[in-house]
């Protein structure tokens, strides 16, 4: 008997239409002889409209009652997709994350997973229950309190059950058949790719591509599950996401895997630039410690080279929008210490990355890359690289657009629209 985790994320799950359409699909999977273990998400767009109706009560929300707030949305859906099997005769007991043993670290709305201990999970199965588990939450053991993943964080509670229960595949349900070239509601001419290396997977979902949140992808790596991510909405072959890519063209076939694997772009980052660094030694190293004191997940970072005249240098690096005022604040703290003239803030800007682990061995792709977005008359404001990622900085409202020319130029159009069967992509 083979044991499936499958996971069913707010687009799957966002009406009871949905839910008895995903019970089906669950009990289909219970009867063809499968152990099934599932975790689901909170319904449609809830998780934002509890934050949205937080955010109207207060401007910020204590993070242990947003903790309380935001779980209260998978705990809806649990239990109607359990009620919904059970009326199709079949038994299937719902748990919370912290009955289903995910154990966490004690940071409300971004807490890691230390530990699972799904006894009662493990239980259930043993008794021929299907198991649904809220997604996106656990316990902390010290402070006792409920704790939530971040953003996506359904996908780590999927993988993370895979990995303690020995899953034989962790399958992600979405709204889409599969991880596509490029977000299709933004590229209508990505293409489903059939398998990608966790290392692609990992640089795309960084850089933007919220289809897999990459906690998600990680977890999965360290612990060799394998993720079968597809639609909800049909029966298709969806994207397997593998340590090694699986080949998809018959050995001897003298074709080569394209350089460029996928397209992600991301409108959530804004930039800080430290303008008037002195040009000596440590003062990136003061900087950057004021930063991390903040816990901020800096990204790009790139200093000028200084002016001769002045021997002062700017410094400016990105980080998500949400943490734009923390650290703006930190830094004017120790403005007078560092010595530093003025900071800047832009949060109009948008990133667009290029993923793929043909870069490794192809020369020319940044020159390629660049020269077509000039073509297309989109300034690139900052660069960087990684071994088998580009990424630049452009303005956020030409980021859709250098999505687009970047996928056509570097081969990726398919010659069909792809489809979205569900969503609203918010
Ligand atoms: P779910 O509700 O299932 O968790 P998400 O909205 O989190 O769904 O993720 C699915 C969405 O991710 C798709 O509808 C699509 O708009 C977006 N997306 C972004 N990048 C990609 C990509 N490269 N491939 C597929 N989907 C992508
Ligand atoms: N409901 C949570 C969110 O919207 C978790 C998830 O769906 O993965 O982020
Ligand atoms: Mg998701």
């Known amino acids: 008997m083979s044991l499936i985790v499958q996971k069913y994320g707010g687009s799957s799950v966002s009406d009871a239409e949905s839910i008895k359409r995903v019970a089906k699909r669950i009990v289909e999977t219970r009867k063809a002889g499968n152990e099934v273990v599932v975790a689901v998400s909170a319904m449609g767009d809830t998780t934002d409209e509890l934050l949205d109706l937080a955010h109207e009560v207060t401007p910020v929300p204590d993070p242990r009652e947003l903790d309380m707030l935001l779980t209260t949305g998978e705990r809806i859906s649990m239990a109607l997709l359990a009620m ?75 993988v993370a059950l895979a990995a303690a229960l020995g899953a034989d595949v962790c399958e992600i349900y979405t709204d889409v058949d599969g991880v596509f070239t490029a977000d299709p509601r933004v590229v209508p001419r990505a293409h489903k790719i059939d398998s990608i290396t966790s290392e692609e997977m990992l640089e795309l979902a960084a850089a933007g591509a919220k289809v897999l949140y990459i906690r998600a992808v990680e977890y999965a790596r360290r612990h060799g599950v394998v993720l079968h991510v597809r639609s909800s909405f049909n029966n298709n072959e969806g994207t397997w996401v593998t340590a090694d890519r699986v080949p998809s063209i018959p050995e001897g076939t003298a074709m080569e895997e394209p350089i460029i694997t996928g397209v992600a772009g991301d409108l959530n ?154 969503g609203t992509g918010r």
């Not at 200093?303 to 004017?332: C, H, W, Y």
């Not at 071994?387 to 657009?401: C, F, M, Q």
């Open 84 to 158: 919904a099997i059970k009326s199709m005769g079949v038994e299937a007991r719902s748990y919370t994350g912290s009955q289903a043993g995910m154990i966490t670290d004690a940071r409300h709305g971004s807490a890691r997973i230390v530990d699972v201990t799904p006894v009662r999970l493990r239980e259930a199965l043993d008794d021929g229950a299907i198991v649904i588990v809220a997604g996106f939450q656990g316990f902390n053991r010290d402070s006792r309190d409920i704790t939530t993943l971040g953003r996506g964080g359904s996908d780590t509670t999927a």
């Open 269 to 422: 980052e804004a930039k800080i630039t430290v303008v008037g660094v002195p040009d000596v030694p440590g003062k990136a190293a003061d900087i950057f410690a004021i930063v991390a004191r903040t816990g901020a997940n800096i990204d790009m970072i790139v200093q000028n080279v200084s002016a001769a005249a002045t021997g002062l240098t700017d410094i400016s690096f990105t980080l998500p929008k949400g943490e734009g005022e923390m650290v703006l604040t930190a830094l004017r703290v120790d403005q007078p210490d560092v010595g530093f003239v003025a900071l800047q803030y832009d949060d109009q800007i948008g990133k667009l990355a290029v993923v793929g682990a043909g870069m490794r061995t192809s020369a020319g792709v940044s020159a390629q890359l660049f020269r077509c977005l000039s073509d297309a008359g989109i300034n690139i404001e900052m660069i960087s690289t990684s071994e088998i990622r580009i990424s630049v900085v452009t303005r956020a409202d030409t980021l859709h657009e250098a999505m687009r020319v970047v996928h056509t130029a570097f081969g990726l159009d398919s010659d069909d629209a792809a489809i979205v069967h569900g």
